[in-house]
């Protein structure tokens, strides 16, 4: 399979634990990106990565939310103290190097739910 | 603030039939417009695209119609099929070194038999 790589599908943790995403982009990707997404929503812009610089954050990432990209290649999105407001989709998509705007090709998300 | 306000919120209808979602921006330096195609359980699919220097674009079954006076942009989904359903979302972004996608709040489409 050659496309954007969720690890794991779905989580489920109780209120206050710490929890980790991955995400493994299409290969020779550059860009990476996380979007949540909510029931009833569309996606929403948390982060952006240009190979392992993180040159974008929503003011959505709270303190509470780090995601890091070492070598550029795969990244992993860490929620801290979780909270049930946090219970979403978590995406992440990546695009290729030159494209002039985001065509971003997206994961099949990690489903987080905290109880 | 919305940024890209999309509707209907639902849409039903028959097999055969004509499917046309609309989106509408603020943002006059969005450059990009991309379609998204979403089904239960999946992450969204990149659908078609256009960019503002064309009024048009059509890819198969699905034509992304753009006015950019008007600061609007539809799909159009022609011979719907059951296979179509699905929650479909407009996008755009502004390129340059903004590169992230304002998403609408997505269409639930129904293409009933």
């Known amino acids: 399979d050659t496309g954007v790589s969720q690890n794991p599908r779905h989580k489920i943790t109780k209120r206050g634990q710490n929890v980790t995403f991955r995400c493994d982009p299409i290969s020779e990707h550059n860009r990476l990106y996380w979007y949540r997404q909510t029931l009833g929503q569309g996606p929403e812009f948390l982060t952006y990565f240009q190979n392992e610089a993180q040159l974008e954050k929503s003011r959505l990432l709270s303190d509470r939310f780090s995601a890091e990209r070492p070598k550029g290649s795969f990244s992993t999105l860490e929620i801290q103290r979780t909270e049930q407001g946090d219970s979403a989709m978590y995406l992440c998509?990546?695009?290729?190097?030159?494209?002039?705007?985001?065509?971003?090709?997206f994961g099949q998300g990690t489903r987080l739910t905290v109880v | 603030q919305q940024q890209v306000k999309q509707s209907p919120q639902s849409l039903i209808v028959q097999k055969g039939g004509i499917s046309i979602i609309n989106c509408a921006y603020e943002n006059t330096a969005f450059d990009y417009f991309p379609w998204y195609q979403q089904f239960p359980g999946k992450g969204p699919a990149l659908l078609i695209a256009i960019r503002p220097d064309v009024s048009e674009k059509k890819e198969g079954r699905f034509t992304i119609s753009f006015n950019k006076s008007a600061k609007q942009f539809s799909l159009h989904i022609m011979d719907s099929q059951p296979g179509d359903s699905a929650t479909y979302f407009c996008a755009a972004d502004s390129g340059g070194s903004n590169y992230k996608l304002t998403f609408g709040k997505g269409t639930l489409l129904t293409v009933n038999p």
């Open positions: 998509a990546s695009s290729f190097p030159g494209a002039a705007n985001t065509e971003a090709f």
